[in-house]
């Protein structure tokens, strides 16, 4: 649980994830958040370091669109969804796909397993940069946009998961299956490379052979979710 007061976990630069929207890749994660945090909370950061940034923005009636930034050595590149499909109190699945080797490219955002239009309120100029530095989650850098509410499962794939990944990652739930090996419409576990399923308070322990592990900052707190289920915790 982050406490949107100052709860964060820092994931190490490391070339397995560094540039991972470079030539295609993907971010998938549970969120429950308990509001829309400060300053629109950041849900996973490296944009400082010439990466990303994916926060909730614009919220009304418990509900917010969602923001994904890209770093360019021009104009950085921001897509809002249209519509806010991120509900609070509850558990949202997310996935980003972006391949930003053109920048006429645009990224896939989905939301419970459905692609949701988004609109690029700034265009990218330039080439993608590096995205070389620690990676953030549920928080900025500068520690000035916390997250309020709960994180699970972020993966990183070196690659475009299709519709059919996304859904059976959704299907299988908060704390679904493994990652790590192919399953069903699943087959994208060679391209994972980097998993971390916040199970733990102090470490959270990266589950590819990169061992890249997050640590904490703050105070989070565990919360138990049964495995497989979308909703709730105890």
Same mark, same amino acid.
């Given at each position: 649980f982050?406490d949107? =007061?100052? +709860?964060?976990?820092?994931? %190490?630069? *490391?070339?397995d /994830?560094?540039g991972?929207?470079?030539?295609?890749? @993907?971010v998938s994660?549970?969120?429950?958040?308990?509001?829309v945090g400060?300053?629109?909370?950041?849900?996973?950061?490296?944009?400082?370091?010439?990466?990303?940034?994916?926060?909730?923005?614009s919220?009304?009636?418990?509900?917010?669109?969602?923001q994904?930034?890209?770093?360019?050595?021009g104009?950085?590149?921001?897509?809002i969804t249209?519509?806010?499909?991120?509900?609070?109190?509850?558990?949202?699945?997310?996935?980003? =796909?972006? +391949?930003?080797?053109?920048? %006429?490219? *645009?990224?896939? /955002?989905?939301?419970?397993?459905?692609?949701?239009? @988004?609109?690029?309120?700034?265009a990218?100029?330039?080439?993608?940069e590096?995205?070389?530095?620690?990676?953030?989650?549920?928080?900025?850098?500068?520690?000035d946009?916390?997250?309020?509410?709960?994180?699970?499962?972020?993966a990183m794939?070196k690659?475009?998961?299709?519709?059919?990944?996304?859904t059976a990652?959704y299907?299988?739930?908060?704390?679904?299956?493994d990652?790590s090996?192919?399953?069903?419409?699943?087959?994208?576990?060679?391209?994972?490379?980097?998993?971390?399923?916040?199970?733990?308070?102090?470490t959270v322990?990266?589950?590819?052979?990169?061992?890249?592990?997050?640590?904490?900052?703050?105070?989070?707190?565990?919360?138990?979710?049964?495995?497989?289920a979308?909703?709730g915790?105890t």
């Amino acid at each position: 649980f982050f406490d949107g =007061t100052n +709860d964060h976990y820092t994931i %190490a630069a *490391d070339s397995d /994830i560094n540039g991972l929207f470079a030539s295609g890749g @993907s971010v998938s994660f549970w969120v429950f958040p308990n509001s829309v945090g400060q300053s629109y909370g950041m849900l996973c950061n490296s944009f400082t370091d010439g990466g990303y940034v994916v926060n909730l923005h614009s919220d009304s009636g418990g509900t917010s669109k969602i923001q994904f930034t890209q770093r360019f050595d021009g104009n950085d590149a921001t897509w809002i969804t249209n519509s806010r499909d991120i509900t609070f109190g509850a558990w949202n699945h997310v996935v980003f =796909t972006y +391949d930003g080797s053109n920048v %006429a490219n *645009d990224p896939v /955002i989905y939301v419970n397993a459905s692609a949701k239009a @988004s609109t690029e309120s700034v265009a990218a100029t330039g080439t993608i940069e590096a995205d070389d530095g620690a990676k953030t989650i549920g928080d900025s850098s500068g520690g000035d946009r916390h997250f309020d509410g709960y994180i699970s499962e972020i993966a990183m794939f070196k690659a475009v998961l299709d519709a059919d990944a996304v859904t059976a990652i959704y299907n299988s739930g908060v704390q679904g299956f493994d990652l790590s090996a192919d399953a069903g419409n699943y087959d994208n576990s060679g391209n994972l490379k980097g998993w971390w399923k916040f199970n733990n308070a102090i470490t959270v322990q990266d589950l590819t052979s990169g061992n890249n592990d997050a640590t904490a900052s703050g105070s989070p707190v565990l919360s138990v979710i049964p495995e497989g289920a979308t909703a709730g915790t105890t």
